[in-house]
C-alpha cells in the first residue's frame, strides 16, 4: 500500500515536469514568431528590446552582449573618401536632354558633352561654356530662333538666398549685398544683374564674337556685336569680299582657289627672282679675290657691290667664304638710296680675335647707321651711300685692332 501511494506521488510529479515544459517550450515559440513578424520595423524592434530589458517586474536588465563586447572608439572603422557626384539637368537645344551625374567641379562644356552635343540650331555662343557647374543646377541651351524672339527682359529685386533658390546662377564671381538685382529672359536665362540689360531679346537677335584676348591673369576679355550691328558686319564682309574676288579675276566662290594658285605662282617666281639677283650680284662684284689682303695672318676680303639687297648680300658672302676658305669678309651695297652693310668671319679667324659684331659697328658709322650680330656674322644698314669706300677702309683697321 506505502509503495503504491510512492508510485502515483512519482507519476503526478513527473506529469507536473512535462506539462511546465511543454508551457515553456509554446512561449518561446511564441515569443519568435513575434520577433519575426516585427524585424522590418524598427520601431516596434526598438519596443521589443525595451520590454525584454525591463521584464514584468519594470526592472531593467543587462545585456550579456553589452559586456562581453564593449564597442571602444578604436574598434569603429574609418570612412574611405568617396569622390563627390553633382546632378544637373540639361535641356533645350541638345542631342538628348536629360539628368546627368557628373565629378563635381564639372563644366558647361561637360555637361553639354554628357548629352550628345548641341543640336545645329543651338545658340552655342550665348553660353559661357567653361562655366563651373553646381548641383542641382539647370542648363538651358538656346536656339538662335529663341534668341530672336520678342521674349520680356524680366527685373526682380530679391534677398540673395531667394535668388540662388530660384534658380539664377552668380556669372562673374562678385561679392553681392543682401539684396540683388535678377534678371530674366524666357525660360532659359535667370542670372544676378552683371550690367546693362536690354529690354527684350529681340533687341539681340543676333550674336557675334569678333575678338577674344587676355587682359590680365586669368583674366579673357571677349567683344561681340548684336543686333542690327551683326548685320551690318555682315554686309560690310560680303562687300570686301566682292572687292577682292573682282581685284583676283575671281568670284566668291572661287576666291580661295585663285589665291592659292597667285600664292604658288608668287613663291616660284620670288625664288627665281632671288636666283636672278644673286647671279647678278656676283657678275657685278667680278673676281674680287686679287682684293684679299692679311692682317696680322687673318685673310681680309672688303669690297663694295651696287644695288643688292641684304639677302642677296648674305647669298653673296656665303659664295665668297667658300671661295676664300678661312678669314674675314666685309660687304657693302648700295640698293635703292640706302646701305647694306656684312661682315662674316670664318672659324680659323674668330680663334685667333675676330669679332663680326663688334668689326661691323666700327665701320657703320662710316655710312650713317648702326648694326650688330654674332661672332661669325652680321648686318648693318645706313643712309649715306657716300661713306661705303671709306668704310671699307675702315674694316683692315679695325680688324687689325681686333686680333691679338
Known amino acids: 500500500m506505502e509503495r503504491k501511494k510512492k508510485l502515483i506521488c512519482g507519476i503526478r510529479i513527473a506529469l507536473f515536469a512535462v506539462l511546465a515544459a511543454v508551457c515553456m517550450t509554446g512561449c518561446t515559440s511564441r515569443e519568435d514568431v513575434f520577433l519575426e513578424e516585427i524585424a522590418g520595423d524598427t520601431d516596434r524592434i526598438e519596443g521589443t528590446e525595451n520590454a525584454k530589458a525591463t521584464g514584468s517586474t519594470g526592472e531593467k536588465q543587462t545585456d550579456p552582449g553589452e559586456l562581453d563586447n564593449p564597442v571602444s572608439g578604436d574598434d569603429v572603422p574609418l570612412m574611405t573618401q568617396i569622390p563627390q557626384t553633382i546632378f544637373v539637368d540639361v535641356c533645350g537645344a541638345v542631342a538628348n536632354p536629360g539628368v546627368y551625374e557628373l565629378d563635381e567641379g564639372s563644366r558647361i562644356f561637360q555637361a553639354v558633352d554628357a548629352a550628345g552635343g548641341y543640336l545645329p540650331e543651338a545658340a552655342q555662343n550665348y553660353l559661357n561654356r567653361a562655366r563651373s557647374l553646381t548641383d542641382g543646377q539647370q542648363i538651358y541651351v538656346p536656339t538662335e530662333e529663341e534668341i530672336a524672339e520678342n521674349l520680356p527682359v524680366e ?199 675676330a669679332h663680326a659684331g663688334n668689326l661691323i659697328k666700327s665701320i657703320a658709322g662710316k655710312v650713317g647707321g648702326g648694326g650688330g650680330g654674332r661672332p661669325n656674322m652680321a648686318q648693318a644698314g645706313g643712309k649715306n651711300p657716300a661713306g661705303i669706300l671709306e668704310a671699307i677702309a675702315e674694316a683692315k683697321t679695325a680688324l687689325e685692332a681686333q686680333l691679338s
Open 155 to 353: 527685373t526682380q529685386i530679391m534677398s540673395i538666398e531667394d535668388a540662388k533658390k530660384s534658380g539664377a546662377m552668380a556669372l562673374f564671381g562678385e561679392k553681392y549685398g543682401d539684396s540683388v538685382r535678377v534678371v530674366s529672359m524666357g525660360d532659359f536665362s535667370k542670372e544676378f544683374c552683371g550690367g546693362t540689360h536690354v529690354k527684350n531679346t529681340s533687341e539681340i537677335a543676333a550674336f557675334k564674337i569678333i575678338s577674344e584676348n587676355g587682359v590680365a591673369a586669368g583674366v579673357r576679355r571677349i567683344e561681340a556685336l548684336t543686333g542690327d550691328n551683326v548685320f551690318a558686319y555682315y554686309r560690310n564682309l560680303e562687300k570686301e569680299l566682292l572687292e577682292a574676288a573682282k581685284a583676283a579675276k575671281a568670284t566668291p566662290a572661287t576666291l580661295t582657289e585663285k589665291i592659292e594658285h597667285m600664292q604658288a605662282e608668287i613663291k616660284a617666281l620670288t625664288s627665281e627672282n632671288e636666283s636672278l639677283k644673286s647671279k647678278a650680284a656676283k657678275e657685278a662684284l667680278g673676281d674680287v679675290m686679287d682684293q684679299i689682303v692679311e692682317v696680322k695672318g687673318v685673310k681680309l676680303l672688303a669690297s663694295a657691290v651696287d644695288g643688292v639687297d641684304m639677302n642677296g648680300l648674305r647669298d653673296l658672302g656665303d659664295q665668297l667664304k667658300e671661295q676664300l676658305g678661312e678669314g674675314v669678309i666685309v660687304l657693302a651695297s648700295s640698293c635703292e638710296g640706302k646701305v647694306n652693310l656684312i661682315v662674316m668671319a670664318t672659324d680659323a679667324a674668330m680663334k685667333q680675335g
